[in-house]
């Protein structure tokens, strides 16, 4: 450290958490860098990045005190149990399966914890029937949550690692609820939580596009003239027709021209799937990593913007009533708010560089949302 503050004409220290930032203002002589600054940053072994101007200004984080554990058994039982719930709702998309019912919440739900019995006693072939959309799916899901990891580990930002939220497909097609991961020490400037929360959605959409280019080129046009919606599934014996966004219409317009109405294949479903949970992910709310993204790109503004998105969802529940759950959903893990909370440093500005990854993010969020995404 005193390498590097000897480069320094003054700075300051924060305690983030268990993390500590120092943020430097290079000397005049060591802007640049000079060789002696650019060899203490070399040899500084934790996070460091140019704040402002290149040369100007330097911000070092370090972790400080004991490693935290991270507890390995409950993230490896919720990822085994999603493996399993997604593979249940492939088998019931091809046909293999037929999970158990229940009427009323209640009987939803005592369905649901049957679901598993019932299923790991099927055979073999039948369990792995639903590969071609577990898989595909949950390639999504841990591509978008790597991207999450290992941006703020660039940052030196306290997170754990993805927690996996499994729901049996007696209750969703879709056999998961997506997945998260919590940070734990303070994010320090909006630098940071643009890039933190663009990462995931942006890994996790070039797997959606290899996905949905497979699975629409497996897809089956139906004949003309039939009263079929658009795009449908067959799930354990019924029709679901689904809503669509410009990237599932393009798709289906690229793969299938001319097709009146497409029965997707597992693999489309899933890359569907995964456009829908992006989609969702990126509504400029709260904690949200659409929330990051427009506090990164915005600042305060944020606040408006997060309100018109909270509005726009209560007048597309008339079309979905779904979305009024995911509205309240949304605000209760974002502590009954739809402003995202500040960062330690919020007045330093994002470089221009880093902003392009937010207007992707906002580009992606067009392509992938879905105003009625069941029932089209």
């Known amino acids: 450290m005193e390498a590097l503050t000897r480069?320094?004409?003054?700075?300051?220290?924060?305690?983030?958490?268990?993390?500590?930032?120092?943020?430097?203002?290079?000397?005049?002589?060591?802007?640049?860098?000079?060789?002696?600054?650019t060899s203490a940053i070399s040899a500084w072994p934790y996070a460091h990045y140019w704040a402002g101007s290149p040369g100007k200004e330097l911000v070092l984080i370090r972790p400080v005190g004991p490693a935290r554990s991270e507890a390995w058994l409950l993230h490896t039982v919720l990822f085994l149990v999603t493996v399993l719930c997604a593979l249940g709702a492939g088998a019931a998309l091809a046909g293999d399966f037929d999970p158990p019912a229940g009427a009323g919440v209640v009987g939803a739900l005592t369905a649901g914890a049957r679901f598993f019995g019932v299923f790991l006693q099927s055979p073999l072939e039948t369990i792995l029937s639903g590969w071609s959309f577990a898989v595909p799916l949950l390639a999504i899901l841990l591509v978008h949550e790597l991207g999450h990891y290992f941006a703020a580990?660039?940052?030196?930002?306290?997170?754990?690692?993805?927690?996996?939220?499994?729901?049996?497909?007696?209750i969703s097609p879709i056999g998961s609820l997506g997945a998260f991961l919590r940070l734990r020490s303070p994010v320090v400037d909006r630098r940071q939580l643009l890039d933190v929360g663009a990462a995931g959605p942006l890994?996790?959409?070039?797997?959606?596009?290899?996905?949905?280019?497979?699975?629409?080129?497996?897809?089956?046009?139906m004949p003309a003239g039939t009263d079929l919606p658009s795009s449908f599934i067959e799930f354990a014996g019924n029709r679901f027709g689904l809503g669509e966004s410009l990237l599932t219409w393009a798709c289906r317009e690229l793969f299938l021209p001319g097709a009146e109405s497409v029965h997707l294949s597992l693999t489309a479903f899933a890359g569907w799937a995964g456009a829908l949970i992006t989609g969702l992910n990126l509504l400029p709310l709260s904690q949200l990593d659409g929330g990051h993204v427009?506090?990164?790109?915005?600042?305060?503004?944020?606040?408006?913007?997060?309100?018109a998105a909270l509005l726009g969802l209560v007048w597309l529940s008339q079309y979905w009533f779904a979305w009024l759950f995911w509205v309240l959903i949304t605000l209760m893990v974002g502590g009954w708010r739809w402003t995202h909370p500040s960062v330690t440093?919020?007045?330093?500005?994002?470089?221009r560089g880093r902003r392009v990854l937010g207007w992707l993010c906002v580009l992606v969020f067009v392509v992938t949302f879905m105003p009625v995404p069941f029932g089209g």
């Open 294 to 307: 427009a506090y990164g790109l915005l600042g305060r503004w944020q606040k408006p913007l997060g309100l």
């Open 153 to 170: 580990h660039r940052y030196a930002i306290d997170a754990s690692p993805p927690y996996f939220l499994p729901i049996p497909p007696t």
């Open 203 to 221: 890994a996790g959409f070039v797997v959606v596009l290899v996905v949905l280019t497979w699975g629409y080129a497996t897809s089956d046009p």
């Open 345 to 351: 440093c919020p007045d330093r500005p994002v470089p």
């Open 7 to 37: 480069c320094f004409s003054a700075w300051r220290v924060i305690r983030a958490g268990n993390r500590e930032v120092v943020e430097g203002l290079v000397a005049p002589e060591h802007q640049g860098p000079s060789p002696e600054l």
